[in-house]
Structures are given as structure tokens and as C-alpha cells.
């Protein structure tokens, strides 16, 4: 195993990269509230990097701030000869190289990258080895149980990958026929317990300190990664990273410091996108950051429509009087 996974690995809790959602603004916010959690890019295909570095615009993907250390940048793609290419140029960037072997996305499986490659081993240990030669940072692997229920292959998948030369993976406890529907199977994760030696993460609904606990209970795993569960929370990693430290629980952020988060987050969004595009990228989080006020729906339907800052700003002082 690389040794500076250890020293890289602080925390037994990632954020897990999610397209369009763990950006530049997300990441930043998670590790206001977590100082030394793994922080993860946004996918980017080694196809588009390529476009890019021959003249193509750049991309506020790489953007990173200092204290954004550790940070894992995730690549995705199926050709061994782009993936080392692009591994060759975020290692001016990233701590650590993930390879994402888990989208279940049609376009992505389509294409076969993503999750169409568990169902070719093969392929998928010569792209572990080709980015190995493209860098000299660690490199993980995040993949799901298997491609169907009829395909479970992913303990010896990961020890296929251990066997390339992948030093951590992390394993999103569905198929990817389910998506991200039903509940994922932390116990069956616990599969790999024992059939590895590097490290590995479970992934999928873990969305409080308690889910936390009785994920790594139940599937045995090193740590967890988070993805939906700090789209409304970014304190969210934080608290259980403190949580599995020290076993103190840190309070859950009241529904007006959520409101504070929020218009924190919009704003680093305009700030970084330009107002209207912010505004609109902002829309997927309200249903997460607004759960559990009295009356959220009403409010959402607004917010999802409404393109003035004024307007939406007060709405949600109205929402914050109203709750707390």
C-alpha cells in the first residue's frame, strides 16, 4: 500500500464526488466545518480534460484552495492512454487520484466508463495501472456492488484493483441497476472485511452521526463517504468525523444557522458562476436544506422558480422568522 494514504487518510470519513453537486462552493463549505475530512472533485472524464488541454477553456473543476488538502480529484473514461494523461495532469492538483468505476448514469455506462466497467475486469486493472504511471499520488477507486443483483461482483473486483495497484476504494452499497433507489446494503459491504488489505470506505445514505455508527458496525468498513447527506448539511461530515474521534456529538445546526449556510452557499455560488447561473444551480439544494421546516414545500415551490436575489433573500427571512 502507498504509505501516504495513511498520512493522507486523517479522517475516517470523504466526501463522496457527486456530478454537479460537489463543486468548488460545496467543497469549500464542507471544509469550513471539517478540517481534515477527504474532500472529492466532481467527476471529470478524461475525454473533456484532454479537449481542454489541447486549447479548450479551462474549468472551475480544479479550482482549489489551500486548505482544500486532502483533496481526491476523480477521473472517469475507459481509454488507459487519456486516463494516464489526465492522472499526469491533476497530480498538480490532487492529493490523491480517484478512478470512478461506480456512476450508474445511462450516458456514462453507455460509453463504458462508470459502472459499466465491473463488468470488465480487465479493462478496468489496466486503467488503475495507467494512471499509477501518470502519477506518483495514491490512487482509489470508487465502484458499486456489482452491476445487477444477478452480478454481485465486487469483492473480487476489489481485489482485482488491489492487485493493479489501487492503494483505497470506496464501495456505494447498491447495484447499479437500483441507482439510488431502496436502501443501501452497508452488511453486505462487510463482504470485503478480510478479502483486502488496503483500505475501503462504504457509501450511500448516510445522512446523520447515527447512520454513521451503525453503517461502519454493519459493513466493517474504514470509514464512509458522504454525498447527498452534506447537500443540505455541510457540517455534516464534520460533526461525525468529531463524532468518531471523540465520541462527542456536536448538535445538529439549528433551522436559522441552516438558513445562514444557505445564503452563504447561493452567494459563493453568484460569486463564482455569475448571479443567474448561480441562482439556478442553487435549486437542487433547497429540498435538502429547507427538510424539516413547517413550511418548506410552499417555500421550495417559490424558491425553484424564482431567479431575483432580492426576492429569494427574503423569502428566506420570512421562512427563518417564521420557524425558529
Known amino acids: 500500500m502507498h504509505n501516504s494514504v495513511k498520512n493522507l487518510i486523517q479522517s475516517r470519513v470523504s466526501l463522496a464526488p457527486m456530478a454537479g453537486i460537489t ?33 479548450r477553456s479551462g474549468t472551475e473543476i480544479f479550482k482549489r484552495d489551500e486548505n482544500h488538502s486532502p483533496i481526491s480529484y476523480q477521473i472517469s473514461g475507459h481509454k488507459p492512454d487519456m486516463m494516464r494523461k489526465a492522472a499526469e495532469f491533476l497530480t498538480n492538483y490532487a492529493d490523491m487520484i480517484d478512478i470512478n468505476m461506480g456512476c450508474p448514469v ?8 462508470g459502472c459499466a466497467l465491473m463488468r470488465n475486469p480487465s479493462l478496468a486493472m489496466e486503467l488503475v495501472k495507467a494512471v499509477k504511471e501518470g502519477t506518483n499520488k495514491p490512487v482509489s477507486v470508487k465502484f458499486r456492488l456489482g452491476y445487477t443483483l444477478d452480478e454481485i461482483n465486487f ?19 447498491r447495484t447499479r441497476s437500483q441507482l439510488y433507489s431502496g436502501h443501501a446494503d452497508w452488511k453486505m459491504i462487510g463482504r470485503l472485511k478480510g478479502e483486502i488489505d488496503i483500505p475501503f470506505f462504504a457509501n450511500g445514505d448516510i445522512t446523520s452521526i447515527d447512520d ?11 470509514g464512509i463517504a458522504i454525498g447527498r ?25 439549528s433551522l436559522e444557522e441552516r438558513v445562514e449556510i444557505l445564503k452563504s452557499h ?14 439556478k444551480f442553487m435549486r437542487k439544494f433547497y429540498p435538502y436544506y429547507l427538510a424539516g421546516f413547517k413550511n418548506a414545500k410552499v ?10 436575489y432580492d426576492n429569494i433573500m427574503k ?8 420557524n425558529i
Do not use: W
Open 23 to 55: 463543486d468548488y462552493v460545496l467543497r469549500s463549505l464542507v471544509r469550513k466545518y471539517s478540517p481534515d475530512v477527504l474532500l472529492t472533485t466532481e467527476m471529470i472524464s478524461s475525454e473533456y480534460l484532454a479537449q481542454t488541454l489541447n486549447g
Open 106 to 113: 445511462n450516458k456514462v455506462v453507455k460509453g463504458q466508463d
Open 155 to 173: 469483492v473480487e473486483f476489489g481485489q482485482k484493483m488491489q492487485s493493479a495497484g489501487a492503494d483505497f476504494i470506496t464501495i456505494h452499497g
Open 212 to 222: 454513521a455508527i451503525q453503517c461502519l458496525e454493519e459493513s466493517k468498513a474504514d
Open 229 to 253: 447527506g452534506a447537500m443540505g448539511d455541510p457540517t455534516l461530515l464534520g460533526r461525525i468525523s468529531h463524532y468518531l474521534k471523540t465520541n462527542e456529538k456536536i448538535e445538529l445546526p
Open 266 to 279: 447561493l452567494n459563493q455560488e453568484m460569486e463564482l458562476r455569475g448571479e443567474l447561473v448561480g441562482i
Open 299 to 308: 417555500l421550495r415551490s417559490k424558491l425553484v422558480i424564482e431567479e431575483n
Open 315 to 322: 423569502y428566506l427571512n420570512e421562512l427563518t422568522f417564521v
